[in-house]
Every structure is written in structure tokens, then in C-alpha cells.
């Protein structure tokens, strides 16, 4: 593996401002772009007139060719996985009866699953899962990232996002590569082949399609369900005008509320959306969450009434509840347990998703390949191995990541800040006694460690001018699949999401405005 080259190449300033300017100007007239933050006490307007461009990195960054092609070739594994996980009743029951206890959220989400799956499954045992497996670069040690190899932040199983904007990043670095040669400032700039041919926004636009058509029903229409004051709506929307113009299908964009109002299951459990526009109702084939995740979406028990409604009708949901439990960070720990893995994907009790990879099926080369990028997981229950690493966790913070079971970003506690967190979790659990210890409903992750050396020019949203910065690029791989009851099978990898944010943010979120939204240079 070729080592990382210093990274960016040297510019001058007018290079830099003229990049700028391109960047900016192909953002926004391609729809690589994002709400404005409101002005203080003002709502995202329901008629927007404004944009900004996404927060994006002027150079592609460097990435091992190799590192890539092998986060891409093991998606297929990772689909079929989750898709066995969705369907161990058994497994997924074993998890949460542990993390219920001690997790509001993922105790609703539960038990609102356990009380309808029997039914549901009879009104529509088919699962599209819409993933994006997570990794970041570890470079064991070796500062020039010549080692550099795949680790696992986490697997996406609910609202996976940013797959348009991605595909805008990639076709955006393309382009001023195509149009300024990047003034021959590096050699790989000019190189067709080092750049991606990143398909994200069709792949997964074609994803929600195939669930419309194992629904059955043209006329039926997909349902993003979304959140309220949502500024990144364009890599939703762009997905709708896929859906549209590629597939010739139709969607409509509802939050909770609005759902709760429009909304109803008829005998036969379909689910109509009345149009307050005079039109027919809509029949709902596909039900696809971009919200959902998190429990500021579920303000009252309303809410989730409105999640059990969609659920037990026979749309197709993106993904089900069983879906979005089998993404807790609980469930990756477990599966890094000896033995857990291979029992899943290879253990002939285990349910049958109907596919394997490639033309045959799952082997423990396959096992071995997935337990490749994975790190350091471990519990933080009253096992030996939870007593283990609440040691560890209080004696070495520096190398580890204490996780809730949460999506979205913000929730995560790091290195010094866990000692004293543990801490007041056990002095929570002494003021008022629960039926398990506060910390079970968190794991422990030991660190990644990227590649030290790679800059590249960010530049926010809404701000134009670039800013030299020390970056950490995290890699998303999505991936279709759709499967359970008689449904043919589908199980593809969907194209691929760069995240590049400043070295001194532990966190990566785009949407809570620190990551960039980049493209991998493959080297
Ligand atoms: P979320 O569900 O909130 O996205 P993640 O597990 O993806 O939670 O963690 C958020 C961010 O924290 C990641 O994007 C990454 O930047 C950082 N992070 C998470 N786990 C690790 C790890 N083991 N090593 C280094 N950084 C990590
Ligand atoms: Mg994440």
C-alpha cells in the first residue's frame, strides 16, 4: 500500500479563491446544498427562498485504493447480517431485555414491537433496510497511513443519510478536476481513475424502489416520514426526484403530526393519506424514516402511536421497528462477542434471509472478513467481561469511546470525560436503585486512531471561505436489502459517503455542522 502523500498539495492563494469560487457556484446550482440555519426565534420557512451550499472540502481527500474496494466488497455480508438479526426474535429479545432497563427510548421501542410482530408479520413480513456501515481509517502507529486499514465506527440501520449529497461531493471534485486540472498542483488531481464513480443517490433512489415494487401496487406512492424544520431536505428531495423521474414512482414528504392527521389503516390494512388538495387519497407502499431515531422525535406518547399505526399496516417499512433495534450499538457489541458472529450468519437455526453473497453462500471467510474492521467492543454488565472493561474504562480512558444506544450524533462520551461520567451513573444507581447498574445501557469502544498528516481545505455552510484544517475522514458504505416473506431477495452495495471533519472534533456530524461532505482520492 502506497503511503498517504502530504496532503494538500501547495497552492496559491489565487488558486485556493478561484477553487472557492467553483465549488460554491457548482454547489448551488447542483442542489449539493442545505437550509440555512433560521435567524434566532425564526422556524425554517415552509416556502424556502434560501439556500446555502453543504459543508464541503475543496480537494478530495487521499484514501488507500485498497482500504476502499474492501469496505465496498463486504457490504453484501454486512446486509445479509443485520437482515439475520431482524429476523431473531430470539436474539433481538436476549439484547434488549438488558438495555431496557436502563434506556427509555429503546424500552418503547421494544415493547411496542413485542405487543404487534406476531400480527405484523402476518400483514407484511417483508423488511427494506436502506444501511450505511461506517468506518474510519486506523493506522496502527504508522503516522504515514502506509498501513492504514478499515476499522467500524458503527452500521446505520434508520435514516442513513447524506447518499445524495455524497454523489454531488464526488461529481462535484470531478468536475473541478475536469474544468481547472486543479492547476497541476498534483499529479492525482488530474487522474480520472482516482477519483469515484459514486453512485449513492441512484442506488439508493433505485433501493426505495424495489421495496415500491414488492409492494405491488403502481399507483401506491412512498411516504418520507421527516422531521419538523428539517434543513436537509435536498438530499432527501433529491431521492424523491429520482424515485420519480428513473422509476416513475411518486412520494410524499409527512412529518409524526401531519401523518397523525392524514392518516389511516383501512379493514384491509392499507395505509391512505387523505390530500388536503381535493385529490384521491394515497395509498402508502413504501414508509421510508428520515426521522425516527431519536427520542426528540417522539415528544409524546402521540408519536409513537403514529410509528405502531405505519407499522402494522402492509406498507413496507424502511426500515421496521425490528430493523431499527437490530442498529443498536448494544447489538454490534454483541456480535464482536466469540463465537456470536458466526453463529449468526453461519448457524443453521438461524432465520433464513433468502440470500448469500455472490452465488453462494456465507462462509467463514465471510465471518473472518467482517471481524477484520471490527475493534475493541465490550459490555459494561455485571459479566466478567462488563467488570473487565468498567476497569479498563477508569484506569485507561485515554484509549476508549463510552456509547449510549443512540443515533444521530452528540450522545457519545470520550476518553477523560468517562471516568467522573461512570461515576455519576453509579452514583445515580446508589441515590435510586433500578434492576440493573445505569451503565449497561452504554458499551465501551476502544479508539481509532487515523492516519496523522492529512489537511485539506473545508469550507461551512453558508461561509465560502476555506480553512486549512488537520482532518479525520470517516467512510460510509450504504447498502440495499430487502427481504422476509416472499419477496425475492435483494441484497446490493449502494455507493459510498466521505465525511471529513477537523482532527480536534471527536464527533462527525454534518447535519450538527462539523464534518464536511468530501470524496475519497483513491491512492
Ligand atoms: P452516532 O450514532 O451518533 O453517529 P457514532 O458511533 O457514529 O454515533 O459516533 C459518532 C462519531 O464519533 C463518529 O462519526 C466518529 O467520528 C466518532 N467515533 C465513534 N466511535 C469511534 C471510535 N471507536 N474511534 C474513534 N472515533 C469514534
Ligand atoms: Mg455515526
Not at 110 to 122: F, G, L, M, Q, S
Not at 377 to 396: M, V
Not at 457 to 471: H, I, K, W
Request: glycine residues 8%.
Amino acid at each position: 500500500m502506497a503511503p498517504l502523500p502530504t496532503w494538500p498539495p501547495a497552492m496559491t492563494e489565487a488558486q485556493k479563491a478561484d477553487l472557492a469560487q467553483q465549488a460554491a457556484t457548482y454547489a448551488l446550482a447542483n442542489g449539493f446544498t442545505l437550509l440555512p440555519v433560521p435567524a434566532k426565534g425564526e422556524r425554517v420557512p415552509a416556502i424556502p427562498t434560501q439556500v446555502i451550499t453543504a459543508p464541503l472540502s475543496l480537494l478530495p481527500t487521499p484514501f488507500p485504493r485498497p482500504a476502499y474496494v474492501q469496505a465496498k466488497s463486504i457490504q453484501r455480508v454486512y446486509n445479509a447480517l443485520y437482515a439475520r438479526v431482524t429476523l431473531d426474535w430470539e436474539f433481538l429479545d436476549k439484547i434488549m431485555m438488558h438495555v431496557a432497563p436502563v434506556d427509555d427510548f429503546q424500552a418503547e421501542l421494544w415493547n411496542r414491537w413485542k405487543a404487534i410482530r406476531e400480527e405484523i408479520t402476518v400483514t407484511q413480513p417483508v423488511h427494506l433496510g436502506i444501511f450505511r456501515s461506517d468506518y474510519l481509517l486506523h493506522a496502527h502507529g504508522n503516522a504515514t497511513g502506509q498501513k492504514a486499514v478499515i476499522k467500524q465506527v458503527e452500521f446505520n440501520t434508520i435514516a442513513a443519510s447524506f447518499g445524495a449529497l455524497s454523489q454531488k461531493a464526488s461529481e462535484m471534485h470531478r468536475y473541478l478536476s475536469e474544468q481547472s486540472g486543479y492547476y497541476n498542483v498534483h499529479p492525482q488531481l488530474r487522474n480520472a481513475n482516482a477519483f469515484v464513480d459514486n453512485h449513492s443517490l441512484e442506488d439508493i433512489a433505485a433501493g426505495l424502489a424495489e421495496g415500491h415494487q414488492a409492494y405491488g401496487s403502481r399507483e401506491a406512492a412512498v411516504l418520507f416520514v421527516v422531521q419538523e424544520g428539517e434543513r436537509n431536505v435536498f438530499d432527501q428531495r433529491a431521492l424523491e426526484y429520482r424515485l420519480l423521474k428513473n422509476h416513475d414512482v411518486r412520494s410524499v414528504r409527512l412529518t409524526f403530526a401531519e401523518i397523525a392527521q392524514r392518516g389511516q389503516l383501512d379493514d384491509d390494512k392499507v395505509f391512505w393519506l387523505d390530500s388536503p388538495l381535493g385529490k384521491e387519497p394515497l395509498e402508502v407502499a413504501v414508509v421510508y424514516y428520515r426521522a425516527a431515531y431519536t427520542p426528540a422525535d417522539y415528544t409524546t406518547s402521540a408519536e409513537w402511536d403514529t410509528r405502531v399505526l405505519l407499522e402494522r399496516s402492509q406498507a413496507i417499512k424502511c426500515p421496521s421497528m425490528a430493523l431499527q433495534l437490530a442498529g443498536a450499538k448494544k447489538v454490534q457489541q454483541v456480535l464482536a462477542e466469540p463465537g456470536v458472529l458466526e453463529d449468526m450468519l453461519l448457524g443453521s437455526s438461524r432465520p433464513d434471509v433468502g440470500f448469500g453473497v455472490g452465488s453462494g453462500s456465507l462462509t467463514e471467510r465471510d465471518c473472518a472478513a467482517l471481524r477484520e474492521t471490527w475493534t475493541g467492543l465490550w459490555p459494561l454488565d455485571s459479566s466478567e467481561e462488563g467488570k473487565k472493561a468498567y476497569q479498563l474504562a477508569r484506569e485507561y480512558p485515554e484509549r476508549f469511546v463510552l456509547k449510549p444506544q443512540r443515533e444521530g450524533g452528540g450522545n457519545n462520551i470520550y476518553r477523560d470525560n468517562i471516568p467522573p461520567y461512570l461515576a455519576k451513573l453509579d452514583e445515580e444507581d446508589k441515590a435510586q436503585p433500578g434492576e440493573a447498574p445505569r451503565r449497561e445501557a452504554y458499551i465501551l469502544m476502544e479508539l481509532i486512531e487515523p492516519p496523522q498528516g492529512v489537511h485539506n481545505f473545508l469550507v461551512r455552510g453558508g461561509e465560502g471561505t476555506p480553512r486549512l484544517a488537520d482532518v479525520v475522514s470517516e467512510l460510509g458504505v450504504y447498502g440495499v436489502s430487502l427481504f422476509g416473506g416472499k419477496a425475492v431477495p435483494v441484497n446490493k452495495e449502494a455507493g459510498t459517503l466521505l465525511r471529513t471533519k477537523g482532527r480536534e472534533s471527536d464527533e462527525g456530524g454534518v447535519a450538527i455542522g462539523i464534518s464536511s461532505i468530501d470524496s475519497p482520492l483513491l491512492i
